[in-house]
């Protein structure tokens, strides 16, 4: 499976931005997704996941609420729309897939991971 992530870029705080993660090479629908990022200096760190069926999603905990992740299996893509961008939001941005895990337990690491997109946050 190969996972591209897009959507990336320079914003000003405050401003919006949606990613883009295509999958290919297997069923979309038979993966849980999952947004991470990384920070430099830090660790990687879990932001959203979705459901195969799309119905059940789980955020961390300061994200909720400005973050959205939402899934079309029609274009084999998974979005996370991020709104009320802040600094402390620049990262390296990944998506990822798994066939196994629920939306709780994302978090605790996937499968299958694309190459990631960088977004950066001026103040």
């Known amino acids: 499976v190969q996972l591209q992530a897009s959507g990336g870029g320079l914003v000003q705080a405050g401003d919006s931005l949606r990613l883009s993660c295509v999958v290919s090479?297997?069923?979309?629908?038979?993966?849980?997704m999952g947004w991470f990022r990384q920070a430099p200096g830090k660790e990687r760190e879990f932001l959203a996941a979705?459901?195969?069926?799309?119905?059940?999603?789980h955020y961390k905990n300061s994200v909720e609420g400005r973050f959205t992740i939402a899934r079309d299996d029609a274009k084999n893509t998974v979005y996370l729309q991020m709104n009320s961008l802040k600094p402390e939001d620049t990262a390296v941005y990944y998506c990822?897939?798994?066939?196994?895990?629920?939306?709780?337990?994302?978090?605790?690491?996937?499968?299958?991971w694309g190459k990631g997109t960088l977004v950066t946050v001026s103040s």
């Open positions: 090479g297997r069923a979309f629908s038979t993966y849980t």
């Open positions: 990822a897939a798994d066939t196994f895990k629920v939306v709780t337990t994302v978090q605790y690491g996937m499968n299958y």
């Open positions: 979705i459901s195969k069926s799309g119905k059940s999603t």
